[in-house]
């Protein structure tokens, strides 16, 4: 079973940037959509960046030309980033990685997720 670590939240001003670090262990599969979601309080949870086995990604409007996601393979572990410039306040949220590794293209069906990394934006 794959094992999430997400890294990389915290707090910063509207305008500034961010990188999240998402390493899934235990990754034996060829294929796997992954991703990061994120839910603000009192809001539903979110899709704002996917990317796929073949590395295409995928982004919700709020975050097009401001985030990057981007993946990489190493020994049997998979890792995604999500690059956050030009932050907002609107922004702040939990942001939660994602993967499914038997699915080849996303959305993914059956996800497993991190524990959750809180990102704050003041303006």
């Known amino acids: 079973q794959v094992q999430l670590v997400e890294s990389g939240g915290g707090s910063v001003q509207a305008g500034e940037s961010l990188t999240l670090s998402c390493v899934v262990s235990?990754?034996?599969?060829?294929?796997?959509?992954m991703g990061w979601y994120r839910q603000a309080p009192g809001k539903e949870r979110e899709a704002v960046a996917t990317?796929?086995?073949?590395?295409?990604?995928?982004?919700s409007e709020s975050v097009k030309g401001r985030f990057t996601i981007s993946s990489d393979r190493g020994k049997n572990t998979r890792t995604a980033l999500l690059q956050m410039v030009d932050l907002k306040p609107e922004d702040t949220a939990m942001y939660y990685c994602?993967?499914?590794?038997?699915?080849?293209?996303?959305?993914?069906?059956?996800?497993?997720w991190g524990q959750g990394t809180q990102v704050t934006v003041s303006s």
């Open positions: 994602a993967v499914d590794p038997i699915t080849y293209y996303c959305p993914g069906y059956r996800y497993s």
């Open positions: 235990e990754y034996v599969y060829a294929g796997g959509c």
């Open positions: 990317i796929d086995a073949e590395g295409t990604p995928k982004y």
